[in-house]
């Protein structure tokens, strides 16, 4: 095929860095018709599949060369962004290097295809818990795709199985409180019978030590009255015998007493001896050598803080490295588990190492929205205004999750609100805007968020009046926006309006008008 030999001559005039990015270039252009389960294209805004130096290059010489067009489009962006697709599906299945990258992607694009159409319906149904993923398969191909490639992800399949994980997290949690109560409710009813038990016991023993006492005292007065006749006699005898009896019996008692107050005592340590058996197992698997760094991890990301901490005690580095740069504190960030976090703290965590992909532990703290988590790391003195390797700080973070509480407590610490990313400019506002946050819009405005600044694109109006969020559009319109700013993208550098019209978007355009917007075009 000749668009095949004319792609592997554009592609190997390219230096090595240029062509290490088609993998991620192809990925992006290519995915899995579920009906039949056939590869097909697919259209991919220009940032996502450009957005490295080597992906822009790579991208603009197949333009050229005619096997890639740009046009503009509804994409994956939206709001009219230049879009990006193969000129030929042919080009998939003829061209032998882009055959041998998608047969070894396949696995990834399968999962991205079932899980965009999932999150689409998600999102369609107003995020319907129902929607979610299902605890098992499903939701662990999805959270490893995400891990392994969350960069090449639309911030919607990002957040559907964020969702997720998050709603299977809290049924695991709930599950295990439900058991934990369980468990506990069983061990005390049974302290409880066990010591009323007793109690009865020496109830018994003292009633019958007493009842021992007055036959004896009847015994001797039958002794006594055996002077008086030979029948009183026999009646001593009897009631000396019924008190040796009942001595018997009382001794009886006691040592039932005794042993149930043992049986209390045993009940009352048995919820610790769980705990104990793990540990001693966890003991046992450090003395054969068992590789400490691992275990540490895994004790942090399932929050057993016991665990935890004798893995510290027997040598394990509370800042050891996984692959991707994560350490324990990551775990116990992400899953707002303080009793974990403070073990690894206290043993000489830091709380600044950053991972590849997801930045530090405070950036986790502040995007699952875990306030205590975040006063506790700035507490033991990590960075609040912290920079992921796009310069997104925390606050960023908090505002596309819609984190209030977080984000006041990052600005109480003194992250600035126009902190802006090097990634292309961008503001927490940005941020809060783009993923329809009106609390959160609310609140960076109050603390002198900037509704005039600029990104890659234009300004927040922009972004909102093409989104056709109408609560969002009056909010920067009463906090100052320049109605009639121009966009800075080449491709359409218009005004607000212009970006609401171009997006179907009628009754914001009308809006806009209202308030004096105008338009830029000829």
């Given at each position: 095929m000749a668009s095949a030999g004319r792609a592997d001559e554009i592609v190997g005039a390219l230096p090595d860095e240029i062509q290490d990015a088609l993998p991620t270039v192809l990925r992006a252009l290519v995915t899995v018709r579920l009906a039949d389960e056939a590869l097909t294209g697919r259209l991919a805004a220009r940032a996502e599949i450009a957005s490295t130096p080597a992906q822009a290059a790579l991208v603009d010489s197949l333009i050229k060369a005619r096997l890639l067009v740009s046009d503009t489009g509804s994409g994956t962006g939206g709001g009219g962004e230049a879009v990006v697709r193969v000129t030929h599906e042919s080009l998939l299945t003829h061209w032998p290097r882009a055959q041998k990258i998608i047969a070894a992607d396949r696995e990834f694009l399968e999962v991205r295809a079932r899980v965009q159409a999932d999150?689409?319906?998600?999102?369609?149904?107003?995020?319907?818990?129902?929607?979610?993923?299902?605890?098992?398969?499903?939701?662990?191909?999805?959270?490893?795709?995400l891990e392994a490639r969350r960069l090449e992800l639309e911030d919607k399949i990002i957040d559907y199985v964020e969702a997720s994980g998050a709603a299977e997290r809290?049924?695991?949690?709930?599950?295990?409180?439900?058991?934990?109560?369980?468990?506990?409710?069983?061990?005390?009813?049974?302290r409880e019978r066990l010591v009323l038990e007793a109690a009865a016991a020496r109830n018994l023993a003292r009633r019958t030590r007493i009842a021992a006492v007055l036959a004896l005292v009847l015994a001797a007065v039958a002794v006594v009255g055996a002077v008086v006749g030979f029948r009183a006699q026999d009646e001593a005898n009897r009631q000396t015998a019924i008190a040796q009896e009942n001595a018997v019996l009382a001794r009886a008692a006691e040592a039932r007493a005794e042993q149930q107050a043992e049986q209390a005592r045993l009940a009352r340590d048995e919820a610790l001896a769980g705990r104990n058996r793990d540990y001693q197992l966890a003991k046992r698997l450090i003395a054969r050598g068992e590789d400490l760094g691992t275990s540490l991890h895994d004790a942090a990301l399932n929050g057993h803080a016991f665990l935890v901490e004798l893995l510290l005690d027997s040598g394990a580095d509370p800042n050891v490295l996984a692959r991707d740069r994560s350490v324990p504190l990551h775990w116990a960030a992400s899953n707002g588990n303080i009793e974990v976090a403070t073990r690894l703290l206290e043993a000489g965590a830091e709380t600044d190492i950053q991972n590849f992909t997801n930045g530090a532990a405070m950036h986790l703290a502040a995007g699952r929205g875990h306030v205590a988590m975040v006063k506790l790391l700035i507490s033991h003195g990590a960075d609040p205004a912290a920079r992921m390797n796009n310069a997104h700080t925390p606050l960023h973070i908090a505002a596309a999750g819609g984190h209030v509480d977080v984000a006041q407590l990052l600005i109480g610490n003194g992250v600035d609100v126009n902190a802006e990313s090097t990634s292309g400019g961008a503001t927490p506002l940005f941020d809060a805007v783009r993923h329809g946050k009106e609390e959160m819009t609310k609140l960076l405005i109050a603390h002198g968020a900037n509704v005039n600044a600029y990104d890659l694109y234009g300004t927040p109006l922009h972004i909102v009046a093409a989104e056709g969020h109408r609560v969002l559009v009056e909010l920067i319109i009463a906090a100052g926006a320049d109605i009639n700013a121009r966009a800075t993208r080449w491709y359409n550098p218009g005004t607000p309006l212009d970006w609401a019209v171009e997006a179907g978007q009628v009754e914001i355009a009308d809006l806009l008008r209202k308030h004096g917007a105008m338009s830029a075009k000829p």
């Open positions: 999150a689409r319906r998600w999102l369609l149904e107003a995020r319907n818990a129902e929607l979610l993923l299902p605890s098992g398969k499903r939701l662990a191909e999805a959270e490893d795709m809290a049924r695991e949690e709930a599950k295990r409180l439900a058991e934990r109560g369980r468990i506990e409710a069983a061990e005390a009813a049974k």
